[in-house]
């Protein structure tokens, strides 16, 4: 069992930055890969980022590529989404995700993720 904790939403304006932070407790963290999703009312939970267990490996949506950046500290736990240039249309409930490995979706997909956070609320006003 895998717990996952979010941290470091809030309210920012258009083009500002804000740092999001994932927690992990009660696996081996350096052994799964991890994600972060968004989602807004009434919309399917979006992919925006994944790492790969060790770090070298990174994906992302193009909405947030080149601006968003995915990492971890597998000394302490933990994964981060650092967002700059921020956009109204990047307002939603983020969340962080755990993917164990053995299933056959595409990294992309939220069916791939075996554990998930609670989420913490982004707000970016114009």
């Known amino acids: 069992q895998v717990q996952l904790v979010e941290s470091g939403g809030g309210l920012v304006q258009a083009g500002g930055s804000l740092r999001l932070s994932c927690a992990a407790s009660?696996?081996?963290?350096?052994?799964?890969?991890m994600g972060w999703f968004r989602q807004t009312p009434g919309k399917e939970r979006e992919f925006v980022a994944r790492?790969?267990?060790?770090?070298?490996?990174?994906y992302y949506s193009d909405s947030v590529k080149g601006r968003f950046t995915i990492s971890r500290d597998n000394a302490n736990n933990t994964l981060y989404l650092q967002m700059n240039s921020l956009k109204p249309e990047d307002t939603a409930v983020y969340y962080c995700?755990?993917?164990?490995?053995?299933?056959?979706?595409?990294?992309?997909?939220?069916?791939?993720?075996?554990?998930w956070g609670q989420g913490t609320q982004v707000t970016v006003s114009s």
């Open positions: 995700a755990a993917d164990l490995g053995g299933k056959t979706y595409v990294y992309t997909n939220r069916r791939s993720y075996d554990y």
């Open positions: 009660g696996g081996t963290f350096s052994n799964i890969d």
């Open positions: 790492i790969s267990r060790w770090g070298y490996s990174t």
